[in-house]
């Protein structure tokens, strides 16, 4: 069992920056790979990053040189550092821990969530 929770949402303007944080306890170090995803109402809840177990890392289209994740291997806390934010960037994340080696940015495929983060970016 692993249990995660995410911390570091908040509101911000355009062109400004956020760091979430998502804390990992239990057999955090088994899961394959700690991913972020964002869900807008009314939307589905997409994938933004996923970090591999093995340390690669993987970004949706939108947010590929804006976001970065990391992970502080002491802490077992992993990061999802965003720059230059746009309203577009909204919504709720969530961090998720998944055991399958597939499918990482899907949200059908996570096993372990958190409780969620609200971001929220003005114009």
């Known amino acids: 069992q692993v249990r995660v929770v995410e911390s570091g949402g908040g509101s911000v303007q355009a062109g400004g920056s956020l760091s979430l944080s998502c804390a990992a306890s239990?057999?955090?170090?088994?899961?394959?790979?700690f991913s972020w995803f964002r869900q807008v109402q009314g939307k589905e809840r997409e994938g933004v990053a996923t970090r591999y177990r093995v340390g690669t890392t993987k970004y949706a289209d939108s947010v590929k040189g804006r976001f970065t994740i990391s992970k502080d291997n002491f802490l077992n806390t992993h990061y999802l550092e965003m720059n230059n934010l746009s309203p577009e960037d909204s919504g709720m994340y969530f961090c998720?821990?998944?055991?399958?080696?597939?499918?990482?940015?899907?949200?059908?495929?996570?096993?372990?969530w958190g409780q969620g983060t609200q971001v929220t970016v003005s114009s």
């Open positions: 239990g057999n955090a170090y088994g899961p394959y790979c």
């Open positions: 998720a821990a998944s055991d399958r080696s597939i499918g990482c940015m899907s949200p059908q495929w996570a096993k372990y």
